[in-house]
Every structure is written in structure tokens, then in C-alpha cells.
């Protein structure tokens, strides 16, 4: 799969390691819909995501790493990550693999969904 989706993404996945939340967001529907993996739950609204991945980033750095694109039967895009977790001392947390789910809308993203 190479599609503007993928290719998006793997922008979207760059500029998250490397912490540029302005870009993130701008990819974002303004109504957006985001799981928060970290402390659990949902979080709505471009907003929320943004202080969310603020929250998270002061407490730890994740590193997150596309592998794989497809396309599921329902048109949204999964893309498998490899992610690697170290708290603010530098000490690996966390290092595995999961899939990310993406609705887009207009060429935002407006849903996000984490399968482990």
C-alpha cells in the first residue's frame, strides 16, 4: 500500500517522535476522536489529543515506529507500529507491537483506534 493515507501517516509518525504537535494537529478533524493508551480512556477534540500528548510527554518518551500499512474491508487504514517506551531516566518501560486504526474524513484524521 502507497497511498497520500500512508503517506500522511508516516509524516504524522515523525512529527509525533519528534514531538511537533502543531503538524499533528493540523492532520486532525477538529472533533477528532483519540484513545488515550496512556491513562485509558477517549479524548475529543483537537485540543484535548494535544494536551494529552503534553501530559504524556512530560512523564515519558515514546518512540513510535510504522511497520506496515493495509487497507481494512471497512476503508480505514491499520497501521502496524513498533512502539519503545523509556521514562524520563532514560530506562526502557515498554517495547512491543500494536496496530493503530485510522478513519480519515476530507483527508483528516477523525478517529483513532489501538488493537494490541
Not at 509524516?11 to 511537533?20: E, H, I, K, Q, S
Not at 488515550?36 to 510527554?57: I, K, L, T
Not at 515498554?94 to 478517529?111: K, Q
Request: proline content about 5%.
Amino acid at each position: 500500500m502507497d497511498s497520500p493515507a500512508q503517506a500522511l501517516l508516516t509524516n504524522l509518525y515523525a512529527a509525533f517522535n519528534a514531538r511537533d504537535i502543531p503538524t499533528l494537529l493540523t492532520a486532525l478533524k477538529p472533533d477528532v476522536s483519540w484513545p488515550n493508551g496512556w491513562e485509558g480512556g477517549v479524548v475529543h477534540g483537537r485540543e484535548m489529543v494535544g494536551a494529552y500528548w503534553r501530559r504524556q510527554w512530560e512523564q515519558i518518551e515514546p518512540t513510535v515506529t510504522p511497520t506496515a500499512f493495509s487497507t481494512e474491508a471497512d476503508g480505514r487504514i491499520a497501521v502496524t507500529v513498533h512502539q519503545v517506551v523509556h521514562d524520563k531516566a532514560g530506562a526502557k518501560i515498554a517495547n512491543h507491537t500494536v496496530t493503530h486504526v485510522y478513519r480519515f474524513d476530507r483527508g483528516l484524521v477523525a478517529e483513532m483506534e489501538i488493537r494490541e
